[in-house]
């Protein structure tokens, strides 16, 4: 994928991904940005080569809250 377009698809993703983290952990626009942006799950999110874009809003949230809450940062294994 052109690095245009995985830039297009990854502000999309980011977007729902920021959306159910607000909805689910009921918190601001800005707490879910941060939230995102200084995690491990956002860092590989951004890795075109990891292929993580290509999990769903909700398997990422999955993946990011666990994250957050056990401070273990693991993909499944079929990545």
């Known amino acids: 994928m052109g690095r245009d377009k995985f ?5 999309i993703k980011i977007q729902a991904l ?3 983290v607000m909805e689910r952990k009921s918190m601001s626009f800005e707490d879910a940005l ?3 942006y200084n995690s491990k799950t956002y ?6 080569g990891t292929k993580v874009w290509h999990f769903s809003t909700p398997k990422l949230f999955e993946i990011l809250d666990k994250e957050y ?3 273990i940062f693991s993909l499944p294994d079929y990545v």
């Open 7 to 11: 830039n297009t698809f990854i502000i």
């Open 18 to 20: 920021v959306a159910m």
């Open 34 to 36: 941060y939230l995102l």
């Open 43 to 48: 860092s590989e999110l951004m890795n075109e």
């Open 69 to 71: 809450v056990n401070n």
